[in-house]
């Protein structure tokens, strides 16, 4: 998946139907039996989306927003609005992210519906809840300290950086399981689960063949890149080759001509497309990574600014640049790209082979 393709000629392939998303109480049917909603969040990427599939007599909701007042809020205005009288079955939730996860709990009290999620992210969710202790805080620190981040920046990054993860509200206690290869039926159509890791270790999406639909949760976004990031309670994990081995499968299942409903930015066309400008978007970095190492050995930390460039960070923005630059340092060192450095600080260093 290494081979470059011309921008121009691949962007041309893409098709956008929906440029203009749904405003704050407003609903789009994208198709027969399918509404777009979209709910504000509080960060640089400031929206996600949330589907309704109709479901025989109701409706199966697929995410749930973010955990926070101002979402429900807009979730009130959609069930008094567009929503209204809509009786809701299920809501089936993709991974574990906030903005994904946050108001699961709330739904499921609001409307006593079934509660779907792959077993890997339920149980994720129930970590990050839970993960405060004094050990998980240390395990995180040295990670930081490890990668060459210096004690102020770990210091924000442990604070402003990783409260992100705790936004939700309290889980459901029970679940309904949904596997990779699952086929599901809601209302007339008939889905396949796939999951897919390297953004959430077991993302969910939803394809209907019948109808070349598929819902691609934050696996295979529109116009930007899905982070992907390695973290301190799995700290060697090849992240990105995980992602890289999910998008290869996606792009082989995938009819050229799906109609992709992304977590994140609009509805589109040429999926195959858009997959190879993600892996090539990879592979650029990996490249740079490679350049800035080959006379001297760098850190992760050196080399954040080396790929991040062209943006200015928070702490909120640094843990996920730190997190996705690390993801891209694992994958090239399971491919030998990069070797750890000899270092008596015990700080990592790498240097191109």
């Known amino acids: 998946m290494h081979s470059k393709t011309d921008p121009s000629q691949l962007a041309a392939e893409l098709r956008y139907p929906w440029e203009t998303p749904p405003g704050t109480g407003e609903a789009i049917e994208i198709a027969p039996g399918v509404l777009w909603v979209r709910l504000k969040l509080p960060f640089r990427l400031n929206h996600v989306n949330i589907y309704l599939l109709e479901d025989g007599e109701g409706w199966t909701i697929v995410d749930a927003g973010f955990g926070n007042d101002e979402s429900i809020a807009a979730w009130e205005a959609l069930f008094a609005g567009?929503?209204?009288g809509m009786k809701i079955n299920g809501l089936i939730v993709t991974?574990?992210?906030?903005?994904?996860?946050?108001?699961a709990g709330w739904l499921v009290e609001r409307f006593g519906c079934a509660f779907y999620m792959t077993q890997v992210e339920y149980l994720q969710t129930i970590y990050h809840q839970n993960r405060g202790?004094?050990?998980?805080?240390?395990?995180?620190r040295q990670f930081f300290l490890r990668h060459g981040m210096d004690q102020d920046?770990?210091?924000?990054l442990m604070s402003r950086?990783?409260?992100?993860?705790?936004r939700t509200a309290p889980l459901p206690a029970a679940y309904k399981r949904l596997s990779d290869g699952q086929q599901i039926r809601i209302g007339k159509r008939e889905f396949t689960v796939l999951t897919g890791g390297g953004h959430a270790p077991e993302q969910l999406m939803l394809y209907c063949a019948a109808e070349k639909l598929f819902l691609s949760a934050d696996q295979?976004?529109?116009?930007i890149s899905p982070n992907v990031s390695v973290w301190a309670h799995e700290p060697d994990a090849n992240a990105l080759g995980t992602y890289l081995n999910s998008l290869q499968r996606l792009s082989d299942l995938l009819p050229a001509d799906a109609l992709v409903l992304p977590g994140h930015g609009v509805p589109f066309y040429g999926v195959k497309t858009r997959i190879k400008q993600l892996a090539d978007h990879h592979e650029e970095r990996c490249q740079m990574i490679a350049d800035a190492c080959r006379e001297t050995p760098k850190t992760s930390a050196q080399l954040v600014p080396v790929v991040f460039y062209k943006h200015t960070l928070d702490a909120h923005q640094t843990g996920f640049a730190a997190g996705e630059l690390i993801a891209h340092v694992n994958h090239m060192l399971a491919e030998g790209r990069l070797a750890v450095a000899a270092s008596a600080d015990g700080i990592l260093r790498f240097a191109t082979t």
């Open 82 to 84: 567009p929503l209204k």
């Open 95 to 103: 991974h574990s992210h906030p903005d994904h996860v946050g108001l």
């Open 133 to 140: 202790t004094d050990e998980r805080r240390e395990n995180s």
């Open 153 to 156: 920046l770990t210091k924000a």
């Open 161 to 166: 950086g990783q409260d992100y993860l705790k």
């Open 220 to 223: 295979v976004l529109s116009k």
